[in-house]
């Protein structure tokens, strides 16, 4: 009885925390899609494919990163009270916006696991939708749909000043290339779908534990649904609406060993390429 117990509430992977890297203030990213504040934050913060477990097709962990690969980060701002994710993706057909392949991600900003996604016993749907996504959120590029950004039917809270998220790629739509992006997000320990004011914004302590789940999508030829892989850091398909089955993320204290001083943005590049927008127009 106790081993089912502590197994059914374990986090996973079991014993592994993840540290989310602290942003001091004024060195948060801009949500742009260009990557390049994320470079100062060394590899023991990057989740990468290698961490990465395929649950639906039954590949485990044989990845081909020929065919995807992953390079993701998770940082916060204790002044801004917000979560940032960036992904760094490869893939050999990127299909993101278009098709259905997801970087989907969730989170239980409060820790405190339970289902935030399927409710099959609740009948009601006034009261489904209430409580879907409520104590935790899924999200993702397209992940409620083309153009919806979230898997509920509140999509409000993934939009400024709550949320935001963008993206660049480096090849068309079925090239192969890099799927970049940035997430910015607000914590909720209550999401009601009819907006902020009935909602309890989560507040983010340094060394506290959140639940979070990364899981990214491969289907390389969506007309003819050759789904490739549900490959997720958990380890657990069911990760998309229980939060028991979330790993842990630390939000870590500032990191003496990164030297933001040195950390680039990109600015000066944007700066410039407006000015030259100016000299064609
Ligand atoms: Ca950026
Ligand atoms: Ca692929
Ligand atoms: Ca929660
Ligand atoms: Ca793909």
């Known amino acids: 009885m106790v081993l089912t117990a502590s197994i059914s509430w374990a986090h996973l992977p079991v014993g592994k925390v993840w540290p989310a890297v602290q942003f001091p203030d004024g060195k948060t990213p801009a949500i742009d899609g260009n990557l390049v504040e994320w470079d100062v934050i060394p590899s023991p913060y990057w989740i990468t494919h290698e961490d990465l477990t395929e649950t639906v097709v039954g590949v485990g962990t044989a990845f081909d990163a020929t065919d995807m690969a992953l390079r993701a980060i998770v940082g916060w701002n204790n002044s801004a009270n917000k979560v940032y994710i960036m992904e760094d993706r490869f893939d050999n057909a990127i299909w993101v916006t278009t098709g259905w392949e997801p970087m989907e991600f969730e989170f239980d900003s409060d820790h405190s696991g339970g289902m935030f996604g399927v409710f099959p016993d609740v009948t009601d749907q006034e009261q ?154």
């Not at 509920?152 to 799927?179: D, I, R």
């Not at 069911?238 to 003496?256: C, K, M, Q, R, T």
């Open 128 to 281: 489904k939708d209430r409580l879907h996504g409520a104590q935790g959120q899924d999200y993702g590029f397209n992940q409620g749909g083309p153009g919806l950004n979230a898997w509920h039917k509140s999509q409000w809270h993934y939009n400024l000043p709550w949320g935001q998220f963008a993206k660049t790629q480096t090849a068309p739509e079925g090239g192969e290339g890099f799927f970049q992006a940035e997430y910015m997000l607000t914590g909720w320990d209550d999401l009601d779908w009819h907006g902020p004011d009935t909602s309890v914004i989560h507040d983010f302590q340094e060394d506290s534990i959140i639940g979070l789940n990364l899981t990214i999508i491969d289907d390389d030829n969506p007309t003819e649904g050759s789904y490739e892989g549900y490959w997720v850091l958990s380890g657990a398909t069911n990760s998309y609406y229980e939060g028991d089955l979330l790993s842990d993320f630390v939000l870590a204290p500032i990191d003496a060993d990164i030297n933001w001083g040195a950390q680039a943005t990109a600015v000066e590049d944007q700066t410039w390429g407006r000015i030259k927008s100016t000299f064609a127009e």
